[in-house]
């Protein structure tokens, strides 16, 4: 998994394009409409505009997981199992809000990750 991956639809391989749409905002492929992210801006942190590494660490691959994964990053769920079985590989990169979002997610179904230096909860 790489930045490039992240930035097309992985429907169609349209460059996904930023969007603002109240208080939300996020990636979304203009061909097909999907919306890949999308973040609030509910504080502080959306004025961030660093980016992230996340970090996979130590996690016991499960079906459910490689899923959960996959969809959360919009990747293919192959790699999201290549993923789960490695230590220590980057996953994803990105800005507050949008890892925010997927740690909410990786929490809640016990997938572990570190985000080096991510001063939000
Ligand atoms: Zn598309």
């Known amino acids: 998994m790489n930045n490039k991956e992240l930035e097309y639809c992985n429907i169609c391989g349209t460059k996904l394009v930023t969007f603002v749409d109240g208080h939300c905002c996020g990636l979304k492929c203009p061909k097909c409409n999907e919306i890949i992210a999308v973040t609030t801006y509910d504080d502080l942190s959306s004025e961030d505009k660093k980016i992230y590494p996340l970090i996979l660490t ?10 959960i994964l996959a969809k959360t990053i919009n990747c293919d769920v192959n790699i999201a199992t290549q993923l789960l ?7 994803f990169e990105g800005i507050a809000t949008q890892l925010k979002k997927i740690k909410l997610v990786f929490d809640e179904n016990e997938i572990n990750y570190e985000i080096p230096e991510f001063p939000y909860k």
């Open 58 to 67: 130590h996690n016991i691959y499960t079906a459910k997981k490689a899923y």
């Open 85 to 91: 079985r490695q230590e220590n590989v980057k996953a």
